[in-house]
């Protein structure tokens, strides 16, 4: 089965730094495309940031210049990086994978910028 579990989230000042982490489990990882999402309490989820299976990067313009998402194949984890952190980035964040033309999700990871 697939399995994608997140973990790195926290209580952070603005201004802080925090690095998620989320491991996958189940499919073929280095051949992946995998994303972050987050959702903030009352609005829906929206994509932060992206990498496909040759390491190439895309991220929404609101977190552009503080987020960078990376992987590592051999430790099979997806990582994101965030820097410069606003009380807007407050939010639950999520891993996801496409797979077998399914939508995988993990249980997310809590960021509160405060």
């Known amino acids: 089965d697939v399995q994608l579990v997140e973990s790195g989230g926290g209580l952070v000042q603005p201004g802080g730094s925090l690095r998620l982490s989320c491991v996958g489990f189940?499919?073929?990882?280095?051949?992946?495309?995998m994303r972050w999402v987050r959702q903030a309490p009352g609005k829906g989820r929206g994509g932060v940031a992206a990498?496909?299976?040759?390491?190439?990067?895309s991220y929404a313009d609101s977190v552009k210049g503080r987020f960078t998402i990376s992987r590592d194949n051999a430790k099979k984890t997806l990582y994101l990086q965030l820097n410069s952190l606003k009380t807007e980035d407050t939010a639950t964040y999520y891993c996801g994978v496409v797979y077998n033309g399914f939508n995988y999700w993990g249980l997310g990871t809590q960021v509160t910028v405060s």
């Open positions: 189940g499919f073929t990882f280095t051949s992946a495309a």
């Open positions: 990498i496909d299976s040759d390491g190439v990067t």
